[in-house]
């Protein structure tokens, strides 16, 4: 769903497959889960031996003490000893298939992260065809909000530590990676006055599908994005179990993405003039809010990548204007302002996005836990920050030719950059 980039058109790549290794391969459970095992195990061991030892005094006491009343005491303190080792070796033995657990799930998590931004970077990025190529949904946008995903869950975590494990993270970072994996879309030609404007529509929920020609059986963007972690899933499990290893990911973990992801589909507030997610309800669970908020999050998190993702989007949506950019000195000097109007109107409406991102936290938030819900509001504290922001930016452009409209909202280089990269 619309969202925002986290660095500059054109610097994608490097700073994804960072964003990529915070997502799950360097997050801080990655780094001990191993030093973890090693230590229940150590534990174990010291715990067995133990145990062992226990068991073997209170053989010999039998024999050497049978019939005396201070050694029964003393039989009784060494089976009192004997039954709390037991206990601990369990607790010890539970512990280590949990750490176990949570390191192969760990690891599944950095694959699937792999292969999802592998899979961006091939359909909306490295594609040859110029259309498909999208400035805004490519695996940067995904890559953060899988990792405003992570914010926000370990923010739940702080205030509401009985909703949020280690699983409920790793799930939730996977369902943002994935969650506009699929981007079906059509041209959608608009008479506009004496003009005919060009955007892309996404083929988001059933409803638009079944509103385009030959795709009545499509179910939309986000139920085909669930699909596809849902497939990684099974790929994942039935490699594990040809290799005699268990399944890492559940039927529970697969109803949690489709959940999380079809709630990331857009509606409109036209009071508020924002993007809403109406299948964000007070009722949702705890990674569908935050994949949620995550992917509507940036004005909130992140003003620079308020305003770049902005520009981005508006690239990704204006067809005829990509193509205008192509060679602007064919343009009359009426489709220039009729271009030029279009690119400031956009850049006006970015702080009324943004503060309209803002009066929604509030309602956004209501199901969470106060305590939780203040831990949240600490990470969404830049919304003022971000309409000053744009505000600025549409005030500096006010002036600005079609040319140098053009440049600021970043047409031309980004564009040979990729050329190049694809050729």
Same mark, same amino acid.
């Given at each position: 769903?619309?969202?925002?980039?986290?660095?500059?058109?054109?610097?994608?790549?490097?700073?994804?497959?960072?964003?990529?290794?915070?997502?799950?391969?360097?997050?801080?459970?990655?780094?001990?889960?191993?030093?973890?095992?090693?230590?229940?195990?150590?534990?174990?061991?010291?715990?067995?031996?133990?145990?062992?030892?226990?068991?073997?005094?209170?053989?010999?006491?039998?024999?050497?003490?049978?019939?005396?009343?201070?050694?029964?005491?003393?039989?009784?303190?060494?089976?009192?000893?004997?039954?709390?080792?037991?206990?601990?070796?369990?607790?010890?033995?539970?512990?280590?298939?949990?750490?176990?657990?949570?390191?192969?799930?760990?690891?599944?998590?950095?694959?699937?992260?792999?292969?999802?931004?592998?899979?961006?970077?091939?359909?909306?990025?490295? %594609?040859?065809?110029? +259309?498909?190529?999208?400035?805004?949904?490519?695996?940067?946008?995904?890559?953060?909000?899988?990792?405003?995903?992570?914010?926000?869950?370990?923010?739940?975590?702080?205030?509401?530590?009985?909703?949020?494990?280690?699983?409920?993270?790793?799930?939730?970072?996977?369902?943002?990676?994935?969650?506009?994996?699929?981007?079906?879309?059509?041209?959608?030609?608009?008479?506009?006055?004496?003009?005919?404007?060009?955007?892309?529509?996404?083929?988001?929920?059933?409803?638009?599908? +079944?509103?385009?020609?030959?795709?009545?059986?499509?179910?939309?963007?986000?139920?085909?994005?669930?699909?596809?972690?849902?497939?990684?899933?099974?790929?994942?499990?039935?490699?594990?179990?040809?290799?005699?290893?268990?399944?890492?990911? %559940?039927?529970?973990?697969?109803?949690?993405?489709?959940?999380?992801?079809?709630?990331?589909?857009?509606?409109?507030?036209? /009071?508020?003039? %924002?993007?809403?997610?109406?299948?964000?309800?007070?009722?949702?669970?705890?990674? %569908?809010?935050?994949?949620?908020?995550?992917?509507?999050?940036?004005?909130?998190?992140?003003?620079?990548?308020?305003?770049?993702?902005?520009?981005?989007?508006?690239?990704?949506?204006?067809?005829?204007?990509?193509?205008?950019?192509?060679?602007?000195?064919?343009?009359?000097?009426?489709?220039?302002?009729?271009?030029?109007?279009?690119?400031?109107?956009?850049?006006? $409406?970015?702080?009324?996005?943004?503060?309209?991102?803002?009066?929604?936290?509030?309602?956004?938030?209501?199901?969470?836990?106060?305590?939780?819900?203040?831990?949240?509001?600490?990470?969404?504290?830049? $919304?003022?920050?971000?309409?000053?922001?744009?505000?600025?930016?549409?005030?500096?452009?006010?002036?600005?030719?079609?040319?140098?409209?053009?440049?600021?909202?970043?047409?031309?280089?980004?564009?040979? /950059?990729?050329?190049?990269?694809?050729?």
């Amino acid at each position: 769903m619309p969202e925002r980039f986290d660095r500059p058109p054109g610097a994608e790549r490097e700073p994804a497959a960072e964003e990529k290794k915070e997502t799950a391969a360097e997050s801080p459970e990655a780094g001990t889960a191993e030093t973890e095992r090693a230590a229940a195990l150590g534990e174990l061991a010291s715990a067995e031996s133990a145990v062992d030892q226990v068991a073997a005094d209170i053989d010999a006491a039998k024999v050497r003490f049978e019939g005396d009343e201070q050694a029964g005491e003393d039989l009784d303190e060494l089976f009192t000893q004997s039954e709390r080792a037991k206990e601990r070796m369990a607790e010890i033995a539970a512990e280590l298939e949990r750490s176990e657990r949570i390191a192969d799930l760990q690891e599944g998590v950095v694959e699937g992260t792999q292969a999802a931004i592998e899979l961006l970077r091939a359909r909306f990025e490295d %594609t040859k065809d110029e +259309k498909d190529r999208l400035p805004f949904h490519g695996a940067d946008h995904s890559v953060g909000v899988s990792v405003r995903t992570r914010k926000i869950l370990e923010a739940i975590e702080r205030g509401a530590p009985e909703l949020v494990d280690e699983r409920t993270v790793e799930i939730g970072q996977l369902a943002a990676i994935f969650h506009d994996s699929v981007q079906v879309w059509e041209p959608n030609r608009i008479q506009d006055g004496e003009f005919t404007k060009v955007l892309r529509k996404r083929l988001a929920s059933p409803a638009d599908a +079944k509103a385009s020609a030959g795709s009545e059986a499509y179910a939309g963007n986000e139920a085909a994005s669930a699909a596809e972690a849902v497939s990684f899933f099974d790929r994942y499990n039935e490699r594990r179990r040809a290799e005699g290893l268990p399944e890492v990911f %559940t039927d529970e973990d697969k109803e949690v993405v489709r959940r999380a992801i079809d709630a990331t589909i857009p509606g409109f507030d036209p /009071e508020k003039g %924002t993007v809403v997610q109406p299948r964000l309800v007070k009722e949702s669970a705890v990674i %569908t809010r935050a994949v949620a908020l995550a992917d509507l999050g940036e004005a909130g998190m992140n003003p620079e990548g308020y305003l770049q993702g902005g520009d981005a989007l508006f690239r990704e949506e204006n067809l005829d204007v990509l193509d205008a950019a192509k060679d602007p000195s064919s343009l009359s000097d009426a489709q220039k302002e009729y271009f030029r109007k279009r690119m400031l109107g956009w850049s006006k $409406f970015q702080p009324k996005f943004a503060a309209g991102r803002k009066a929604r936290l509030e309602q956004e938030l209501e199901g969470l836990p106060e305590a939780a819900a203040t831990e949240v509001r600490k990470l969404f504290d830049k $919304f003022d920050a971000s309409v000053s922001a744009a505000a600025a930016v549409a005030e500096r452009r006010e002036n600005m030719t079609f040319e140098q409209m053009l440049a600021d909202m970043g047409y031309g280089g980004e564009e040979e /950059e990729r050329k190049s990269a694809v050729a």
